[in-house]
């Protein structure tokens, strides 16, 4: 009898903890999104919402293939914070985007070689609750992102 109060009380804390862990992305979610609306209202920013919940605002277009969500890129980009603190910034790095942040593996393949791209990304796509660098948990980014080249 004690097993089964035992096991019992487990699956009563196992579905108890799925729950809350659910309930806190579903609520920070909605934190993000509205922080990112009340940014693009304040900024006067013309972007779209992507079915992933990206925001992006093509800033130069350009002509050519795009890439895959798994290429290897080539880019320019600085990442910000909604506060305006830059936290990363760089010339000419090369990265496999199936290593990146979802937002970059969502965001880059709308663009082709030589167009600009801006990503507002919820925390979610981004580094989620966890602090990364300068990064705090739970931060919407803003990338400003070239794509000089990539291969897929």
Same mark, same amino acid.
């Given at each position: ?5 035992? @096991?019992? /009380? !487990? @699956? ?29 209202? *304040? ?8 079915? $992933? ?10 002509? /050519?293939?795009?890439? @895959?969500?798994? *290429? ?9 914070? !909604? ?12 990265? /496999?985007? $199936?290593? *990146? ?11 082709? %070689? ?7 990304? %919820? ?9 990364? /660098? $300068?990064?705090? *948990? ?9 794509? !000089?080249?990539?291969?897929?």
């Amino acid at each position: 009898m004690k097993k089964q109060f035992l @096991l019992f /009380g !487990l @699956l009563i804390l196992l579905f108890t903890a799925c729950k809350k862990q659910s309930f806190n992305a579903t609520k920070q979610s909605v934190i993000d999104d509205e922080k990112i609306q009340a940014y693009i209202a *304040a900024n006067h920013i013309n972007v779209t919402k992507a079915p $992933s919940g990206i925001y992006y605002e093509i800033i130069r277009a350009d002509t /050519g293939t795009h890439p @895959l969500d798994t *290429a290897t890129v080539q880019v320019s980009y600085t990442g910000k914070l !909604l506060n305006g603190t830059v936290f990363d910034t760089e010339s000419a790095d090369i990265i /496999g985007l $199936s290593g *990146a942040i979802v937002g970059w593996q969502d965001g880059l393949p709308l663009i082709a %070689p030589g167009g600009r791209i801006r990503l507002i990304i %919820p925390s979610a796509l981004g580094y989620g609750s966890s602090v990364s /660098g $300068s990064i705090p *948990a739970n931060s919407v980014l803003d990338f400003t992102i070239d794509l !000089l080249g990539y291969y897929n």
